[in-house]
């Protein structure tokens, strides 16, 4: 992986040639690539120039700017390129795809089995007051894992649509899914791989020791209730701590994943590089998937809305490098996302294509009027531009689940 040399200059600075890596504002109010572009024409620099103040730009991938022109301020350079580094020194594999969807898909379901009968039993363990079974759990993780090394999407496809009520059970499951889809967009090894993907799944395992009537009320928690929920934590340290064999980096991560980035979190108010890099990971992971989540007191948000939730709070909550590579694994529209075209037609998320991002490939299944189509058609926006009128075709905007009465777990798992 190339190391980044990444600037903030002035947009008074910006010459064409220059590689946009970041803005000063959020991608999805302008018309530009959510994952960079070099400036190529006049018109470029007149847009950025009239939307920005202050841009990113990196070296390594372009033109490099005059140093007059160069910021510096909270965020300075060597920040950047120290939180960069730290991330370029994960890559160790360039993961390839060895299997298409329609390959995977049912090794994907085997493996996808698999998982959920390990956290059945790790879940029905804890509550019978009986310990940690590492090798049950193992197992699970390894098929997932073998799984998403081939092609990551089937086995995201399958997460998504089989969500169901148990949020403990499903945010477990979810949670080690995006961790292995995550690790394996950033090139870590295959023991960190399973590191992380089990991180993922013992997160909140710490909860299995909670009140269950508290967990599944139907309004918002006292704040009683919010420092009992905190303690969570330590249970799960306690658990983890008579379950020989777990690496330290799992129980780092676990320790650490309600940390935030400003050091607004708990338990201990870490912040920046105090958090370990697992459990920084970790913690953006297990707010996005409960953000995605329905709960006993709360609906759940849009995929999308859950990402741009996460790149509002860069910098912030969570590492902006992190969170700008996340999105640059899920897509503005992840994985099992419930969309609207321009045209009116609705459908789901099925593949989001690495170099168009906001282009997915997508199952249709409400025609322009939103009534049920009587096939479902399989739409690749990378490939198609226009509508059958000519018109420019995209995706208009993310829908919340459920809209239109559309179920993606009946239409698809019968």
Not at 35 to 59: I, M, N, P, W
Not at 234 to 251: C, E, N, R, W, Y
Not at 282 to 307: E, K, L
Not at 386 to 410: F, I, M, R, S, W
Request: hydrophobic residues 35%.
């Amino acid at each position: 992986m190339q190391f980044r040399q990444e600037f903030k200059i002035s947009v008074r600075g910006l010459e064409q040639g220059m590689f946009v890596v970041r803005l000063d504002r959020p991608w999805l109010g302008t018309s530009f690539p959510l994952e960079g572009f070099k400036v190529g024409t006049d018109e470029d620099l007149r847009k950025l120039q009239s939307l920005c103040s202050h841009v990113y730009v990196d070296a390594s991938r372009g033109r490099s700017p005059d140093t007059r022109f160069i910021e510096f301020d909270d965020d300075t350079l060597a920040h950047r390129i120290r939180a960069q580094k730290e991330i370029d020194d994960l890559h160790k594999i360039d993961w390839e795809i060895r299997n298409d969807f329609e390959t995977e898909l049912p090794l994907a379901r085997q493996a996808h089995e698999s998982l959920q009968h390990s956290i059945s039993e790790m879940m029905g363990d804890l509550q019978d007051g009986r310990g940690l079974d590492l090798q049950k759990l193992q197992d699970g993780v390894d098929a997932m894992i073998e799984s998403i090394t081939r092609n990551p999407t089937a086995f995201t496809w399958l997460k998504e649509l089989k969500r169901k009520d148990n949020y403990a059970y499903q945010h477990a499951l979810s949670s080690s899914v995006w961790a292995a889809t995550f690790g394996r967009h950033l090139g870590l090894e295959r023991d960190d791989l399973g590191d992380l993907a089990l991180a993922g799944l013992l997160c909140d395992v710490g909860k299995t020791r909670l009140s269950s009537d508290m967990l599944r009320q139907q309004h918002p928690l006292d704040a009683s209730q919010v420092e009992e929920v905190r303690d969570h934590v330590q249970h799960g340290l306690d658990i983890l701590a008579q379950t020989p064999g777990l690496s330290s980096k799992v129980i780092h991560a676990v320790a650490t994943h309600h940390e935030r980035y400003d050091g607004s979190g708990y338990p201990n108010g870490l912040r920046g590089s105090e958090i370990p890099m697992f459990g920084r990971v970790i913690g953006m992971i297990d707010s996005y998937d409960a953000m995605t989540s329905i709960r006993p007191y709360a609906n759940g948000r849009s995929p999308h809305q859950a990402v741009m939730e996460l790149y509002e709070g860069r910098d912030v909550l969570y590492q902006a490098e992190l969170v700008e590579q996340f999105i640059q694994t899920c897509g503005i529209y992840p994985t099992g996302s419930l969309v609207e075209l321009t045209d009116g037609r609705v459908g789901v998320v099925t593949a989001v294509h690495s170099l168009k991002r906001l282009r997915p490939s997508v199952m249709l299944l409400l025609d322009e009027n939103k009534r049920p189509l009587p096939e479902f058609r399989l739409l690749d926006l990378s490939e198609l531009q226009e509508d059958v009128n000519g018109q420019p075709l995209h995706l208009k905007c993310g829908l919340p689940p459920g809209a239109y009465g559309v179920d993606t777990a009946e239409l698809f798992l019968d």
